[in-house]
């Protein structure tokens, strides 16, 4: 079965013991890695079932922790059970090395050309640049990745030096390029030489945005209510800065659509506002009855769905036999009108089981 191992090497690291930030930043950035570079390379599924499927034939799991310096052995399902999707996977781990070994040929441009060339796009270079420079800047940590199947024997062992070579490229493709930016203002300079607000955006992050006078009103009225900016960016060590405000407006929903969740028959918004006091970002739909907070925007998302999920199976394949209230029987009457509890896939409902464990 495809395998991959994750040597860390360090001083806080001792035999098999890791301490738990190192090892969880080690395995989240290689995840995210793996997962946006089968995004940027492979055609998706659009259902959430497939999507949900496709993803996980391409999961790796924790198996073990070895003797040495620390070595994390990761790997897939066994072959047997992946069938003909062995073969992607197998791809994807060469893609993730070549991407290793490209980022640290001794030519910088050469090497630029190279990653320019396996992802052409630009909105998926950003993001597979990031992972990496992730997986770089672990501190006092050394990396050697490794595969021993028979069809992936590769080995790369990340340098340190190229550390800034990474966040250079990141510069110059943010630069040229506008972003999109989800979150919520939380403070304005207005005075003095320098103008610029705060966003703390829907991953949890402060970025700073600088802004020309004319743009002074609008950003005072957004104060501390949701809101979409496009802008350029750019990045300066771990910090990300908006140079340029292009675009900014209110954020007033959430929409949740069939690709999102196979029941439904038409797309639902959901209220969108802000917390200060706690904090979290709060959904609502009061047709529906469905009231949600999580940190996070996709957080966020994802308890919509669970809690859609649970309504439908709790009322419309279930069907209640004891008296509704009813605000609750008019809640069931219009979750009716746009889903339909025979789309329901097995994985949805798998989803909902594992919440609830």
Known sequence: MPKLLL?????QIKGRQIPIDILGQSLIGLNKLLKHIT??????PKKSGMKKKFFKSRQFYMARIEKGSAVVVLQTEPQTVLGEMADPV??????????????QLPEEEEAYKKIHDMFPKVDDRIRILNDYKFL??????EITIKSTDNAVKRRVELQHSYRNRIS?????????TPQIIKGIITRVKADGPRRYFTIFDEKNNHIECEFNRDLENKIIELFKVPIKLK???????TKRKVKEVLEI???DFIKITNSDYNALVTPIEFDLEFDTNLELWVAENEELGIRSAAESL??????IILMLDFMVDKYLIQKPTEKLSPKLQQAIDELKKVVDPSKRTIEDHWELIKSEK
């Open 231 to 237: 802008g350029i960016i750019t990045q300066i060590r």
């Open 168 to 176: 250079a490229w990141l510069n110059r493709e943010l630069e040229k």
């Open 298 to 303: 996709d957080e966020l998302r994802e308890e």
């Open 39 to 44: 995004m940027a390379t492979e055609r998706i």
């Open 7 to 11: 040597e860390l090497r360090g001083a």
């Open 136 to 141: 770089w800047k672990i501190p006092d940590v």
């Open 90 to 103: 197998i791809s994807l781990l060469h893609k993730v090395f070549d991407g290793f070994e490209n980022i």
């Open 249 to 251: 407006e209110k954020l």
